[in-house]
Nanobody, 121 residues
Framework: QVQLVESGGGLVQTGGSLRLSCVAS????????LGWFRQAPGKERELVAG????????YHADSVKGRFTISRDNAKNTVNLQMNSLKPEDTAVYYC??????????????WGQGTQVTVSS
């Protein structure tokens, strides 16, 4: 069992930045592909960014390319999402996720509890 705990959400104005972090409780962190999903009200949950277990392969959804950057630190069991140039349409609950596999695109085995990101216009 892997527990994922997110932090870093909040309220920000259009054009602002936020950094989401997720800490995983596992001794085999480097065996897992990791990613960030989001779900806005009335919409399906979608993959925003994913990173392979080695960090060598990365995916960003077209809607966030050039604005968001995913990274991982295998020594600290963390995965981060740097979000710049935020837009109101980025407003959603953001979930950290993990799968025991290669990645960077994956179907999660584990989910965090979610953190709210709200971008005001």
């Amino acid at each position: 069992q892997v527990q994922l705990v997110e932090s870093g959400g909040g309220l920000v104005q259009t054009g602002g930045s936020l950094r989401l972090s997720c800490v995983a409780s596992t001794r085999t962190f480097s065996d897992y592909a990791l990613g960030w999903f989001r779900q806005a009200p009335g919409k399906e949950r979608e993959l925003v960014a994913g990173i392979s277990k080695t960090g060598g392969s990365i995916y960003h959804a077209d809607s966030v390319k050039g604005r968001f950057t995913i990274s991982r630190d295998n020594a600290k069991n963390t995965v981060n999402l740097q979000m710049n140039s935020l837009k109101p349409e980025d407003t959603a609950v953001y979930y950290c996720a993990a799968e025991r596999g290669a990645g960077p695109i994956f179907t999660p085995d584990y989910w965090g509890q979610g953190t709210q990101v709200t971008v005001s216009s």
